[in-house]
C-alpha cells in the first residue's frame, strides 16, 4: 500500500527565512512518481514538481528546490528566502506507474509567512 | 482552452437530498478522477476513469456514483447526500501521463 507523511502540520516562519517542508513516502513499487502542490487561500491546486523514481536528481527552480532521497524515501522541499506569497498549503503526493492516474496525498503542511 | 471546469463552485444540501457535480475537460484527456478533500486528510480518490465508458473505485467511493458517456464529462452523483459527504470536491484530467490537471473545486456543505 502506499502512503504520503507530511509529520509537520503547520509551519510559521517570518520573510526571508529559509523553510524546508518535509514529505516521507511509502511504496512497494520500483517505479513511482512523486509530486508537490501547492494550494494557496484561494483553494485551486497548483501543480509545482513531478519526479519520478529513476531520477534522484535534487532540482531547483528559483526560490524553490527539491531533494530526493530514494535511501529515505524522502522527497524534502525547500523554499529559499520565503515571501508572504508563498504561504499556502503544501501537499506531497505518490502515484504508481502503473496507476498513475491514482494519487496519494499527504496531508499537507501549512505554510504561514509572516512579514 | 478553458482547462478543467466544475459546477457549482458552491452548494448547501440537505441530508438525503441528491445532486450531480459536474466536471468538464477539453483538452481531451483518457484519464479523469474526482478526490474530496476533507480537514487533515489531504485529498483521497473517490472515483476515476480511463476513458469514456470504463470507471473504478477509489479510495472512498461509498456514497458516490459516476459515470463516462462522452471523454470530456466525469459526472460525480451523490444520490443521498450525508453530514459526511461536506468536504470540497476536486475533479482531475490527465492525458495519460503522470500528471494531472485539477480543477477548482467544488465546496459542498450538507446539512
Known amino acids: 500500500a502506499q502512503k504520503v507523511t507530511q509529520a509537520q502540520t503547520e509551519i510559521s516562519v517570518v520573510e526571508k527565512e529559509d523553510v524546508t517542508l518535509d514529505c516521507v513516502y511509502e511504496?512497494?513499487?520500483?517505479?513511482?512518481?512523486l509530486f508537490w502542490y501547492k494550494q494557496p487561500p484561494s483553494g485551486e491546486l497548483v501543480f509545482l514538481i513531478r519526479r519520478n523514481s529513476f531520477d534522484e536528481q535534487n532540482e531547483i527552480s528559483g526560490r524553490y528546490s527539491w531533494n530526493f532521497q530514494k535511501s529515505t524515501s524522502s522527497f524534502n522541499f525547500t523554499i529559499t528566502a520565503s515571501q508572504v506569497v508563498d504561504s499556502a498549503v503544501y501537499f506531497c503526493a505518490l502515484s504508481e506507474a502503473k496507476g498513475f492516474q491514482k494519487l496519494v496525498f499527504g496531508t499537507g503542511t501549512r505554510l504561514l509567512v509572516s512579514p | 482552452n478553458a482547462g478543467v471546469t466544475q459546477t457549482p463552485k458552491f452548494q448547501v444540501l440537505k441530508t438525503g437530498q441528491s445532486m450531480t457535480l459536474q466536471c468538464a475537460q477539453d483538452m481531451n484527456h483518457e484519464y479523469m478522477s474526482w478526490y474530496r478533500q476533507d480537514p487533515g486528510m489531504g485529498l483521497r480518490l473517490i472515483h476515476y476513469s480511463v476513458g469514456a465508458g470504463i470507471t473504478d473505485q477509489g479510495e472512498v467511493p461509498n456514497g458516490y456514483n459516476v459515470s463516462r458517456s462522452t471523454t470530456e464529462d466525469f459526472p460525480l452523483r451523490l444520490l443521498s447526500a450525508a453530514p459526511s459527504q461536506t468536504s470540497v470536491y476536486f475533479c482531475?484530467?490527465?492525458?495519460?501521463?503522470?500528471?494531472?490537471?485539477f480543477g477548482p473545486g467544488t465546496r459542498l456543505l450538507v446539512l
Open positions: 482531475a484530467s490527465s492525458p495519460g501521463l503522470p500528471l494531472q490537471y
Open positions: 511504496t512497494r513499487d520500483t517505479t513511482y512518481y
